[in-house]
Structure formats: structure tokens, C-alpha cells
């Protein structure tokens, strides 16, 4: 058996050794098991809200998104849409066209982005699984209807069930003419309203979704789109996919996955995440400091232990090593100990919510999320693993050589 970890072991354990010191040893590990696993449960949480946000945003973007780098709107034959279509792992491909509108229903009215979608939106957007009043419906043999979000029907005052007033539209009419009156300066078209989504308020106060060729007779282009979404099959790999997709359209068109889409958001996700992890860090450094006040005060206690190991052969690398085994053993079952516990809490919360908000009406969720990622626990033990030989190095080389042990000797 290797001899530092053997008389490491026994410092620790031994049944006789149950005095002040041992209690602070023990002291350590579970100060150390708690901050680990505080450090679990708060990335855990964290990791749980970002999922949150990103699958709401998921649910209206698609997985991968074609725009032009230069300009607002292109020919879909410039991006090569019918290559497109032919790439193996491409689900649905749907031609967008969006336009700012005002819009006006009964004696109310709301600026609005009005975005047509073809036949195949029902492959490429989720919001069908978002309806919350109506239903998802935006044409009916030769009439055309609108989908509303949630944030501009609550500011018109919506009533679905009202077939008798309809949603005014108002797009500006393209061109640089002279229009001698306001009404001349517009292009005007009802629609009838048929649901209403609820996904995000970005999206919900934003947003009004209607038939392609009801967008393309309200702004007047007939041919031209501002995007081209895409859908890939559960079994393709977006990665590689966008690649091969912007090999297809060229230079001149920007192509994004999800994440991509809204890098603003990625990139704060991203920076909080290492801010929590920077936080927390600090603070289980600063509950693991104890490791170096039990450690010297074992060193102390054991002089005369250390004493009869010089005489008998041992030398100060080896009576260095004990302590420092001590102190990762401290850190180690405190560690492996906090990041079991802090896995069983996250997995009783996904399934028993043990911890929901006051008021679940006001969320989109009634209990905090959680998402438990194994780079998270790998990455908690290391930093653990890092605090607890670093602050142990410091308490067994540093105690020893300032000669607490055997003047003259060490």
C-alpha cells in the first residue's frame, strides 16, 4: 500500500483519533460537499433557464435561415432554392416575406411586422403548438386569414369570435412618387383573424403571420423574398448542413442556425454562464481556506509522529505527502460527496418540482427548470480538485519548511 496515502487514510479515519482536529478535518469536507454542491444546483438552475429561452425563440425560428448579405429582399433562384431542396437531410424549405404595417382593428391600431409564409410553414415553424385562442389557420380555399401574437391582440383588444370586423393593414407603397393624399401613400387590405400565438414577447408583440400571397398583394412584390427558412430532419447534423448550404447560395447570402440568429443572446448566455462559474468559484475557495487551518494544526499535533517517521527512515518528501494526501482526500470526498448531492437535488426538482414560483400564472414555466450537463459536473470536480491541491500544497510544503516539525532537521 502506498505509505503517505496509509497514514493519510488513518489521520482521517482512524477511530481513535476522534478529537478537535478530526472534527475540523470533517468540518472541511462538508463545507467543501456544500459548496460543490451549491456550485451543481446554481449551474444546474442557470442551465435550465437558458434552455428555457432558447427553445422559446426555438419554437418561431427554424433551424437554419437564408437572408442576403447586401439589401432586404432576393429572388429565391439566387439562392439556388431548388439545390436546396435536393440536399439530403433538408426537410421543407418556406419563402418569407416580411414588411412593417400598420395595423387597425375597430378603433385601435399597432405597428406591426406582417411576415407571409408559404404552404410549407407548417414544416419549418412551431407556432401551431403556440396557438392559445383560435386556431392555426391561414387560408381556406381562395380566403386568406391571419395568425396574431399574443402581445399585439391584447393591444387591439382581439375577439376571434367576432366575424363581422376584420384586421385593417396598411404597408406603404414602394416607389418615389408624389402621393398627394395619406390614403394614396398606402396600400390597404382586410384580413379575418383566425388564432392567436403566445411563444416569446418579442415575438408575441411583434409579429402578425399571413399567406404569402396575401403579403405579396399588400407590399407588391411578386416574386422576390427576405428569407428563406429552412427545416432539417431529426437525424441530420445542422453543422455540417449549414455549411453545405452556404457552399450552395454563395458568398452573397448570409446563412445562420438557431444560435446564430440571435448571437446576442448566445453571447450573453455564454458570458453569464462563465461569470456564475467565476462566482462560485470564489466562494468555494473561500470555504475550502479551511483546509489549511486543519491541515497545519494536524501538522502540529503530530509533531512527535513525524518525528519517529524521520528516525525511522522516512524522508521530508514522504511526510510532506501525507499531508498533502490529506488535504485531497478532504477535497475529494467533499467534492464527490457535494456533486452527488447537488445531482440527486436537480433530478428530484425535473421530477417532482420541488421548488416552483409564487405565482406560476405569470410564467411560462411553474417550477424552476433544471438541466444537468455532464461537462458541468466534469468541470465542477476539476476546479474542485484544482482549490483543494493548491490550497493543500500550500498548508503541508509550506507548514513544514517554515520548521514546524524538527528544528534542524527540516
Known sequence: MNFPFYIAKRYLVAKKS?????????????GIAVGTAGLVIVLSVFNGFGDLVTSLYNAFDPDIKITIVE??????????????????????????????????????QVIATIKGVDENYAETG????????????????????????????????????????????????????????????????????????SIQQDFDSRY?????RFARELIGEQTKVTALEIALSGSADPK??????????????LVQNRMEQHDFLNKILVSEKWAVYLILSL????????????????IIDKKQDI??????????????????????????????????????????????????FGDSASFVVDSYPVSIQPLDLVNVFLIVFAIGATLSWVASYRTIKNDFIVPGKI
Request: glycine share 10%; with cysteine; aromatic share 8%.
Open 126 to 197: 412551431d407556432v401551431k403548438n403556440n396557438i392559445v385562442e383560435g386556431e392555426m389557420l391561414l387560408q381556406k380555399k381562395e380566403k386568406n386569414y391571419a395568425v396574431i401574437g399574443g402581445g399585439i391582440g391584447y393591444t387591439l383588444g382581439m375577439n376571434l369570435d367576432d366575424v363581422f370586423s376584420s384586421l385593417n393593414i396598411y404597408v406603404p407603397k414602394r416607389g418615389r412618387d408624389v402621393m398627394l393624399t395619406p390614403e394614396d401613400a398606402f396600400t390597404n387590405l382586410l384580413i379575418q383573424p383566425s388564432g392567436i400565438f
Open 283 to 298: 466562494i468555494l475557495l473561500i470555504s475550502a481556506f479551511s483546509i489549511i487551518g486543519s491541515l497545519t494544526m494536524l
Open 71 to 108: 439589401g432586404k429582399s432576393f429572388d429565391p433562384a439566387d439562392a439556388k432554392i431548388e439545390e436546396i431542396k435536393k440536399v439530403k437531410g433538408v426537410k421543407a424549405v418556406t419563402q418569407i416575406l416580411e414588411e412593417s404595417a400598420l395595423l387597425k382593428y375597430r378603433e385601435k
Open 18 to 30: 476522534r478529537n478537535v482536529i478530526n472534527i475540523i478535518s470533517w468540518v472541511s469536507v462538508i
Open 307 to 356: 518525528s519517529i517517521l524521520l528516525s525511522m527512515g522516512a524522508d521530508l518528501n514522504q511526510i510532506r505527502k501525507i499531508f498533502l494526501t490529506e488535504g485531497l482526500m478532504i477535497s475529494l470526498i467533499g467534492g464527490g460527496t457535494g456533486l452527488i448531492f447537488g445531482w440527486l437535488i436537480c433530478m428530484a426538482q425535473q421530477k417532482f418540482k420541488l421548488i416552483g
Open 240 to 253: 455540417l448542413l449549414k455549411n453545405e448550404i452556404a457552399k450552395i447560395a454563395g458568398s452573397e447570402f
Open 208 to 212: 402578425v403571420i399571413v399567406p404569402l
